[in-house]
């Protein structure tokens, strides 16, 4: 269901049905979908469930899986603290060599969000949260499990960086990387992307 653009009312209107549902029921039920009982509005930006995924291409540099590109709208985060979280599993491959992934907002710096080296195949779940700091600046948080479901007790790898410069008024891209020394050692499947706006909270 979209959002109506409030009607302005003039005096001696006769109000209608179609009137009120449209700029009351319906509005209240597009804000409703999105605003959480904590107070903080949340948006799924996007979403994929891939059985085969995108994975990294030979040799070690970084290969962007332009399939699992995500818009963030210009003035989306609209002030400190806003974020987006971005939730997904990758598979690592038993083979030599380092393996990593990687995201970037726009034009700003590569932050590794997971390493491994171990010859084992492994199941690597992550949660990130991108956040608004400034108009200009972001940070990532979060953590990946290495090695969690197929290869014993899982390896924490913990993330905390700065995104670079970012600036959060216009349309920018999330984009998210796969390394490894053959052809297919880091595969993304599943991923997604949700915001979190606060509407309550205050400016830091």
């Known amino acids: 269901m979209a959002w109506n653009t409030p009607r302005t009312w003039s005096p001696g209107e006769t109000v209608t049905a179609a009137l009120m549902n449209a700029h009351l029921r319906d509005n209240l039920n597009v804000l409703k ?38 818009l963030i709208p210009g003035g989306h ?3 400190p603290g806003d974020e987006i979280v971005i939730e997904g599993t990758f598979a690592i491959a038993n083979t030599t060599g380092t393996k990593a992934a990687k995201i970037k907002v726009a034009g700003g710096g590569l932050v590794t969000i997971l390493a491994a080296g171990a010859s084992l195949a492994q199941v ?8 608004r700091r ?4 972001g940070s990532a948080t ?6 969690a479901a197929s290869a014993g007790a899982p390896v924490n790898y913990l993330v905390n960086a700065s995104l670079g410069t970012v600036n959060w008024v216009i349309d920018q891209t999330l984009a998210i990387f796969a390394i490894g ?5 880091t595969l993304l499947t599943d991923y997604d992307a949700l915001s979190a706006r606060g509407v309550l909270g205050s400016l830091v």
Do not use: H
């Open 33 to 70: 979908t999105y605003v959480d009982n904590d107070g903080s509005l949340r948006t799924l930006l996007k979403g994929f469930a891939y059985s085969a995924g995108q994975a990294n291409a030979a040799g070690s540099g970084d290969t962007q899986l332009t399939s699992y590109d995500v």
């Open 77 to 79: 985060l609209a002030q």
């Open 124 to 131: 690597v779940p992550f949660r990130i949260v991108v956040r």
């Open 134 to 137: 400034t108009s200009t600046t």
């Open 142 to 147: 979060g953590i990946a499990w290495v090695g």
């Open 181 to 185: 020394a053959a052809d297919g050692d």
